[in-house]
């Protein structure tokens, strides 16, 4: 089982796995059968296309009037652009993500993960949940939309409320902060920190940590609107002392300070910190061709009960035979014959 395999490995921990061709008379079935069974279907497919094909949520609910339908698409399903397809980088660059990261004079900058995607995904638990409970009460399903322009939109927060109720557009500020000085990343010897100082007490802090105390007292830097009125100085001489020393001399000095401060990670740096080793964050689990497999757990702990992986991620159609048999009822020889027909694989 090769390395690049394991790029795949995206769907969450926990699920079952089938492969199935819903265009044939049988696949379609096999859909009817598992909206009768299930609380909650999702799907990326374009708006409408899954009706076409009479396996969307106008035919499932009638099978399963409580089915709770959740369908993620690009656009959503109206408006200009609902039968317009939609990755994340379309909709960080529609939504104006793009447009407010990356360097002050540099060029617009795809976040380094799809954020959109996952953004949205944790709307959509939200709203599947939200729906569980209203079914609770009332006993009724219902259809959720949600899609990637939508998300990203509301996810530009402050930057959106100001434009819309000042008219003042993003800017790119790279690591720095528009209204905190100094809030960003700093070079050091071998590698950058980020320091954020949120008020003056954590100003002054940081310039007796850095062994610079002249600057609390200076006119310049006396607050943080001083300090934003003068950034280029100030970042300039807490730069010219960073850069003296490393990141772990600087986070053992910072180790115990009142202003939030942390090294720019590499993927390397990230699973071998000490915290992130201390909480064991990083689950093993068996899978049934790499072997033993790394996973990032679940960042949410609850007081009553687990929240742990059950399962590795599965290949595409691992389950396929186990969830027509044991969920679904199906016979063996019914079973056979779907994947001897290809419905299934």
């Known amino acids: 089982?090769?390395?690049?395999?394991?790029?795949?490995?995206?769907?969450?921990?926990?699920?079952?796995?089938?492969?199935?061709?819903?265009?044939s008379f049988s696949g379609k079935n096999i859909i009817y059968d598992l909206a009768k069974k299930c609380d909650v279907v999702v799907e990326n497919y374009l708006p409408g296309k899954l009706d076409q094909l009479e396996v969307g949520y106008e035919k499932l609910k009638l099978i399963n009037p409580k089915l709770i339908y959740c369908a993620i698409t690009g656009f959503g399903p109206t408006g200009p652009y609902a039968k317009k397809p939609g990755y994340d980088v379309i909709a960080s660059a529609m939504g104006g993500l793009l447009n407010a990261t990356g360097e002050r004079d540099g060029n617009p900058v795809k976040p380094g993960?799809?954020?959109?995607?996952v953004t949205t995904g944790l709307h959509a638990f939200g709203a599947i949940m939200t729906a569980l409970y209203y079914r609770q009460v009332t006993g009724r399903g219902q259809k959720i939309d949600c899609n990637l322009l939508s998300t990203q939109i509301s996810s530009m927060i402050n930057i959106a409320n100001i434009y819309l109720n000042c008219g003042i557009d993003s800017q790119r500020w790279g690591t720095a902060h528009a209204n905190l000085v100094p809030y960003q990343a700093f070079k050091t010897k071998d590698g950058d920190i980020v320091i954020g100082t949120g008020s003056?007490?954590?100003?002054?802090?940081?310039?007796?940590?850095?062994?610079?105390?002249?600057?609390?007292n200076d006119a310049r830097f006396k607050d943080n609107k001083a300090r934003v009125e003068n950034r280029e100085a100030v970042i300039e001489i807490i730069s010219n002392v960073i850069k003296t020393k490393t990141r772990k001399e600087w986070s053992e000095i910072f180790s115990d300070a009142s202003f939030p401060n942390g090294p720019v990670n590499t993927m390397r740096d990230v699973f071998e910190d000490v915290h992130v080793r201390a909480i064991g964050l990083v689950k093993e689990l068996p899978h049934p061709k790499a072997g033993t497999i790394k996973v990032v757990g679940a960042p949410t702990v609850y007081s009553e009960g687990g929240n742990f992986p059950r399962t590795a991620p599965p290949t595409l159609g691992q389950h396929t035979r186990e969830i027509l048999a044991d969920f679904l009822g199906y016979n063996e020889c019914d079973v056979d014959s779907l994947f001897a027909k290809k419905v299934v694989k």
């Open 200 to 216: 003056n007490a954590q100003f002054a802090d940081f310039c007796k940590r850095i062994e610079r105390e002249e600057l609390i």
């Open 113 to 117: 993960v799809a954020i959109t995607d």
């Open 1 to 23: 089982y090769h390395k690049k395999n394991f790029c795949n490995f995206e769907s969450p921990t926990g699920d079952f796995a089938i492969k199935l061709f819903i265009h």
